[in-house]
């Protein structure tokens, strides 16, 4: 496993973070554009003036500088990744005053309880295992204060079989070294609102979008009970 753990971060340092932007400029193309698929997901999320928001798995930071454009300089965005690779290139890409990027593992963060008012987490929870999912998702709730939201943005199952054909086309899901297979599967499987409601969080909603190729799962953190 910790070999496993060593060669993933080994190929997003030096590998995928070099493609990374352009990979999903493609996978993003039938959906219009990348930038416009992300915003058209943020849209359904709370996402407020003022806000503390951490991207957790942020990757390249797209979605934390889409996030950035929304909520305004009044709030505190951070952006979390395992890998040095996509996280130098965040940082490079970098504009906004109040975004700060940082390497961190997602699933135990130096983040202190309750820290958050919203909690994203685009397009990554399919290349983990289950128990990583679930121990990246408790930390997330740990992260938010009560009453905070968090939103996962993910790959769903598409009803129609051509069009699940399309897509599996179209992102590669066809070839025989494509690590992500297993664990998008297993993700597939268990269902995204069900682990989240695992991982403790209450009034879980699924938006399901661009014809059930994508989805936003949203849970809140509930204050804790007095007495």
Known sequence: MASNRKLYRWFYDHVHSRYY????KWCALPFGSEKRMRQTMLEVVPLEPGDRVLDMCCGTGNTTFAVAELVGEQSKIEGIDLSRGQISVAKRRNRFSNVN???????????????????VIP???????????????????????????????ELDNPPGRLLRLFVGFWCFYWLP????????????RHGVAEEVREAGFADVSKTSMYNGVLQV???????????
């Open 21 to 24: 932007n352009l990979l999903m």
């Open 101 to 119: 990027f940082m390497v961190m593992d997602a699933s135990q963060t130096c983040f202190g309880d309750g820290h958050f008012d919203k909690v």
């Open 123 to 153: 397009h990554a929870l399919h290349e983990m295992s289950r128990a990583t999912r679930l121990a990246v998702l408790r930390e997330a709730r740990r992260v938010l204060k009560d009453e905070g939201t968090l939103a996962v943005m």
């Open 177 to 188: 070294f494509n690590f992500e297979t297993p664990t998008r599967r297993d993700m597939m």
């Open 217 to 227: 799962v949203q849970g809140k953190k509930q204050a804790r009970a007095i007495g």
